[in-house]
């Protein structure tokens, strides 16, 4: 069973950074795609960023350019660093697992993950 554990949200100012990390334990798949979502009050939960075991990254439009997704072995950890917030960005951030490398047309399908994180608040004000 993957676990997953988020930290790195907080509260900043329109323009700034904030770098999320996602730790994983257990047994990990030897092929996963791993993925960020994030979700506001009384809105779907929406895929931000995922990448594959095999390092191909996806993101969603409203993040490229900003947003970036990666994933150190060492430390069995997803990260996502996202510069120049907007306040639209805010919400709860999640990370999520899924086994095999998933095509990109599917990678935000929240039924292509098996594991979730319980979630890190970000909040972005003007």
């Known amino acids: 069973q993957v676990r997953l554990v988020e930290s790195g949200g907080g509260s900043v100012q329109s323009g700034e950074s904030l770098r999320l990390s996602c730790v994983v334990s257990?047994?990990?798949?030897?092929?996963?795609?791993m993925a960020w979502f994030r979700q506001t009050q009384g809105a779907q939960r929406e895929g931000v960023a995922a990448i594959t075991s095999d390092a191909s990254a996806t993101y969603a439009d409203s993040v490229k350019g900003r947003f970036t997704v990666s994933y150190d072995r060492a430390e069995n950890t997803l990260y996502l660093q996202m510069n120049s917030l907007k306040v639209e960005d805010t919400a709860m951030y999640y990370c999520a697992a899924g086994v095999g490398s998933i095509g990109p047309a599917f990678r935000f399908l929240l039924s292509e993950y098996n594991s979730w994180g319980q979630g890190t608040q970000v909040t972005v004000s003007s």
């Open positions: 257990g047994h990990m798949y030897s092929s996963w795609t």
